[in-house]
């Protein structure tokens, strides 16, 4: 923080993002931990709206406790309350709120054989009662009960033998152990068996326990989109496996244009169905990661007659994650076949559209020609009509200059007038026609 305000006192302008991105790193801590203890961990699936309800919710949940609140653009806050700690997160699309507390009487006490059974009874410090406030639709609730190893009873007896996983984490400090069961109460359970890990470790590893809970149940949440995806896709493919067989078949303009509809269609069907689920296939790639992450970091060691949490997972979980990664390679793939038959049936609709043009240009040439032979049948017509009317004209001068007096022969004179009358009107006609066609 010193640093920070020294840089601002140097007159170095900070990033408006520059403190969030420094306090990432350290969001969210291993909080040390000391056996035994309770851990209760619910998360809620939220949007943007019902998160910002659900901050100003437990913003006054603090304060109702004399505690101060989460700031408007806090992502998580620690509330000591019941003789544990009340953690608040803000994720993506979920919340989650985690209340840990020592299991019996204060910190310290409970141990050894007056310690109580794991599960056997309900923390009396937790907040998650009739007085909670659910920000979303639950979608992860499970309980971790770390306790000593000592007087703890056989793990066969407190989960169902046909899904238990057990081993060792933390250089074997600690022993991990559930059945990813929901027990009366709708929660899952993970005991946790200090074998003499240091508080640090104990922390940390329940911490990532009760992540690979989380981010396990957030990336199947993939699994029923991909389960809905599915006969949508099968149609989709059902429908371009019969246009492709039609397209074989089909000639014609308007046979081609119907396919191309249709599949068009199924395109913007495809498409629309992909933009839909595209966000819950990533996030479920994504929470899967952090999963594995999670296991890498927690070290696991083998139990000897028991499965990991890897081995469990990876023939559990694994599966569903690969029928998410299936059906949207499934989209991705069918819409490249879709987009070739589209080009296929778009080139052929050119074609035909190339081929009725060549056809309409013929006969408009042919039509032009036509109407050249006639304009110019025309013209040789309308040449001799005004040579007979200008003829017939200088008939009537000749004749009227003929009873004035003047000596000569009427009829030889307007004879002798015709050659150069139609002489001169063809040549005004070629010229006019010569014209118009300079200036088109």
């Given at each position: 923080?010193?640093?920070?305000?020294?840089?601002?006192?140097?007159?170095?302008?900070?990033?408006?993002l520059?403190?969030?991105?420094?306090?990432?790193?350290?969001?969210?801590?291993?909080?040390?931990?000391?056996?035994?203890?309770?851990?209760?961990?619910?998360?809620?699936?939220?949007?943007?709206?019902?998160?910002a309800?659900?901050?100003?919710?437990?913003?006054?949940?603090?304060?109702?406790?004399?505690?101060?609140?989460?700031?408007?653009?806090?992502?998580?806050?620690?509330?000591?309350?019941?003789?544990?700690?009340?953690?608040?997160?803000?994720?993506?699309?979920?919340?989650?709120?985690?209340?840990?507390?020592?299991?019996?009487?204060?910190?310290?006490?409970?141990?050894?054989k007056?310690?109580?059974?794991?599960?056997?009874?309900?923390?009396?410090g937790?907040?998650?009662?009739?007085?909670?406030?659910?920000?979303?639709?639950?979608?992860?609730?499970?309980?971790?009960?770390?306790?000593?190893?000592?007087?703890?009873?056989?793990?066969?007896?407190?989960?169902?033998?046909?899904s238990?996983?057990?081993?060792?984490?933390?250089?074997?400090?600690?022993?991990?152990?559930?059945?990813?069961?929901?027990?009366?109460?709708?929660m899952?359970?993970t005991?946790?068996?200090?074998?003499?890990?240091t508080?640090?470790?104990?922390?940390?590893?329940?911490?990532?326990?009760?992540?690979?809970?989380?981010?396990?149940?957030?990336?199947?949440?993939?699994?029923?989109?991909?389960?809905?995806?599915a006969?949508l896709?099968?149609?989709?493919?059902?429908?371009?496996?019969?246009?492709?067989?039609?397209?074989?078949?089909?000639?014609?303009?308007?046979?081609?244009?119907?396919?191309?509809q249709?599949?068009?269609?199924?395109?913007?069907?495809?498409?629309?169905?992909?933009?839909?689920?595209?966000?819950?296939?990533?996030?479920?790639?994504?929470?899967?990661?952090?999963?594995?992450?999670?296991?890498?970091?927690?070290?696991?060691?083998?139990?000897?007659?028991?499965?990991?949490?890897?081995?469990?997972?990876?023939?559990?979980?694994?599966?569903?994650m690969?029928?998410?990664?299936?059906?949207?390679?499934?989209?991705?793939?069918?819409?490249?076949?879709?987009?070739?038959?589209?080009t296929?049936?778009?080139?052929?609709?050119?074609?035909?559209?190339?081929?009725?043009?060549?056809?309409l240009?013929?006969?408009?040439?042919?039509?032009?020609?036509?109407?050249l032979?006639l304009?110019?049948?025309?013209?040789?017509?309308?040449?001799?009509?005004?040579?007979?009317?200008?003829?017939?004209?200088?008939?009537?001068?000749?004749?009227?200059?003929?009873?004035?007096?003047?000596?000569?022969?009427?009829?030889?004179?307007?004879?002798?007038?015709?050659?150069?009358?139609?002489?001169?009107?063809?040549?005004?006609?070629?010229?006019?026609?010569?014209?118009?066609?300079?200036?088109?």
């Amino acid at each position: 923080m010193r640093v920070t305000d020294r840089n601002e006192n140097a007159g170095f302008a900070p990033h408006p993002l520059r403190r969030a991105l420094l306090g990432e790193l350290h969001a969210r801590p291993f909080l040390p931990v000391r056996t035994p203890r309770v851990f209760l961990h619910y998360a809620f699936t939220t949007d943007e709206e019902a998160a910002a309800a659900d901050r100003e919710w437990f913003a006054d949940f603090c304060k109702a406790y004399g505690a101060a609140g989460p700031n408007a653009d806090s992502r998580h806050h620690v509330l000591p309350f019941g003789g544990g700690a009340l953690r608040w997160e803000s994720h993506a699309e979920f919340t989650t709120y985690t209340w840990d507390g020592v299991a019996q009487g204060d910190e310290g006490e409970g141990k050894g054989k007056d310690a109580p059974l794991p599960f056997s009874y309900e923390p009396a410090g937790s907040p998650f009662g009739r007085d909670f406030r659910a920000p979303g639709p639950l979608v992860v609730a499970t309980r971790l009960d770390l306790v000593a190893a000592e007087g703890c009873p056989a793990v066969t007896d407190l989960f169902d033998p046909t899904s238990l996983v057990v081993c060792e984490v933390m250089s074997g400090g600690l022993v991990a152990a559930t059945d990813f069961r929901a027990d009366g109460h709708g929660m899952t359970r993970t005991l946790v068996i200090d074998k003499g890990a240091t508080p640090q470790s104990a922390g940390a590893a329940c911490q990532r326990l009760l992540e690979i809970e989380t981010y396990r149940m957030l990336a199947l949440l993939g699994l029923p989109e991909a389960q809905r995806q599915a006969p949508l896709i099968r149609r989709i493919e059902t429908g371009l496996t019969e246009i492709a067989s039609e397209i074989r078949q089909s000639s014609g303009l308007a046979a081609n244009e119907a396919l191309l509809q249709r599949l068009t269609q199924l395109a913007a069907d495809l498409e629309a169905n992909a933009a839909a689920s595209a966000y819950r296939f990533g996030a479920s790639r994504a929470y899967d990661e952090i999963v594995s992450q999670r296991l890498v970091a927690l070290g696991e060691q083998a139990v000897p007659g028991y499965s990991t949490w890897a081995s469990f997972l990876a023939r559990r979980l694994r599966p569903a994650m690969r029928t998410c990664e299936t059906t949207e390679e499934r989209q991705h793939h069918l819409s490249r076949k879709l987009a070739r038959a589209a080009t296929l049936l778009r080139t052929r609709v050119d074609v035909e559209l190339e081929s009725q043009n060549r056809n309409l240009l013929e006969t408009m040439n042919k039509r032009a020609r036509q109407q050249l032979r006639l304009q110019q049948t025309v013209e040789g017509l309308s040449v001799a009509a005004i040579s007979y009317y200008v003829v017939g004209l200088l008939g009537h001068v000749i004749e009227g200059a003929h009873e004035a007096g003047l000596e000569f022969h009427a009829g030889l004179v307007t004879a002798a007038t015709v050659p150069f009358v139609v002489a001169m009107i063809w040549y005004l006609v070629r010229r006019i026609r010569a014209r118009h066609s300079a200036d088109d």
